[in-house]
Each structure stands twice: as structure tokens, then as C-alpha cells.
């Protein structure tokens, strides 16, 4: 079934740690996106990156980076967790800039 | 800045007709989005609109005045399975999607 895989579902952290988010679409999609949503904020862009080798900087960047190798994998790391990290992470993607997103299920992390 | 207004919750009844607004403010405009997303679950698309006017999907349809910067969705004969949050979405002029802080809908027997 073609999609976006997050992984992990969840995970509880302890502050300090590194964590890497994964997150895979076999659509060929060529825009990825990392949100995070906290409720009665609504979703907010991290990072995206428009095609392979390319990203940027979202809404809300800072503690986190991403990389995209290829056009299928598109992780997110902290480099060092903090509480206020606790939230639920999307990964989305979409085909061209006319075009609506896809996402992935999330992964809910809690930063202890 | 860039802002999108939604009202935060909205109960209706079963069978019954609602209507979601959304206003919005942003650097440039193409498109707007409406998503759904149940609780503990992904957005999953519900309709998009680029041009002024209504477009109808079953029983959702969505309306958009770009000269007022508001949109609508309009859901009809309404189920238990609509109760969900309903996320409002704006592109930009650098494509870059901006996100209402969506509307939780309660629907009620």
C-alpha cells in the first residue's frame, strides 16, 4: 500500500538524549515535511525539503535537523532532547507545489 | 504575520447540516486546503480550492472568497463518524502550507 511509514509510534526520551525520528514514502513524492502538533497550536512546520538533497528551515527548527539523501527517506534527529520537544511528529509529503500533503500516522514522543 | 482563524469547537446533531469557517490572512495565496483528522490518527485530505466558489464532494463541499480571505465547509446529513477536528490550510506565495489550529466537531445524537 503506498504511503509514508513513521517509525517509531512512540517513544518516551530521557532529556539529553539523541533520537532519530525515521520516516519512509514510496510515492515518489518529490516535497517532504516534518510538523510537530501541540494541542491548540495546530501543526507547525520543523523542516522540509523540496526534492533530494535539498531542505530548509520550518516554523520552528531549532533542536532539530534533517537530512534527504534520496527521495524516499527523510529523517528527523535531536541532537539533544528537551521537554518542551514532548508532542506528536508528522511526516508528510506531496507530489508538486499545487498539490495536497500525505501523512504519515506520527510518532507521539515524550521528553522526561 | 501570517494568520488562519477557525472557531476551536462546534457541536451539531446527527443528520444535521454545519458549517466550518475559516479566515485567513497570509503573504500571497495558492490554495486552500481542508483536512480531517480524528483523534490519535494523520490528517487525511478532504477537498481544495484555488478558485472563488463552491466545490462539492458527497456530502462535504467547500466554498472560498479570496477577496474576503474566508472559506467555508459545509457538511450535510451529518454522521458519529464526522465527529474528527477539521484543519483549515493555507499556500502561501512560497508554497509553504499554513496551518489553522483546526475544529474539534462533536456531533451529537
Known amino acids: 500500500i503506498a504511503g509514508i511509514t513513521q517509525a517509531p509510534t512512540s517513544q518516551i526520551l530521557a532529556a539529553g538524549r539523541r533520537m532519530t525520528l525515521r520516516c519512509t514514502q514510496d510515492?515518489?513524492?518529490?516535497?517532504m515535511y516534518w510538523y510537530r502538533q501541540d494541542l491548540g497550536l495546530g501543526l507547525r512546520l520543523i523542516h522540509y525539503?523540496?526534492?533530494?538533497?535539498?531542505?530548509g528551515k520550518g516554523e520552528v527548527p531549532d533542536g532539530y535537523s534533517v537530512s534527504r539523501a534520496n527521495t524516499d527517506d527523510f529523517p528527523l534527529t535531536l541532537a539533544s532532547a528537551v521537554p518542551s520537544q514532548t508532542s506528536v511528529y508528522f511526516c508528510a509529503s506531496s507530489q508538486g507545489q499545487a498539490d495536497g500533503y500525505t501523512f504519515g500516522s506520527g510518532t507521539r514522543l515524550t521528553v522526561v | 504575520g501570517q494568520n488562519i482563524d477557525q472557531p476551536t469547537e462546534m457541536t451539531a446533531t446527527e443528520g444535521a447540516i454545519v458549517q466550518i469557517n475559516c479566515t485567513y490572512q497570509t503573504s500571497g495565496f495558492n490554495g486552500l486546503f481542508w483536512y480531517q483528522q480524528h483523534a490519535g490518527e494523520a490528517p487525511t485530505f478532504l477537498s481544495y480550492?484555488?478558485l472563488d466558489g463552491l466545490e462539492e464532494k458527497g456530502r462535504f463541499s467547500s466554498f472560498l472568497s479570496r477577496s474576503k480571505g474566508y472559506s467555508y465547509l459545509l457538511l450535510k446529513e451529518l454522521q458519529m463518524k464526522d465527529s474528527a477536528s477539521y484543519l483549515c490550510a493555507v499556500k502561501d506565495s512560497n508554497y509553504q502550507l499554513i496551518w489553522g489550529a483546526g475544529t474539534k466537531l462533536i456531533i451529537k445524537p
Open positions: 525539503s523540496n526534492t533530494a538533497g535539498t531542505t
Open positions: 480550492n484555488v
Open positions: 510515492m515518489r513524492h518529490n516535497a
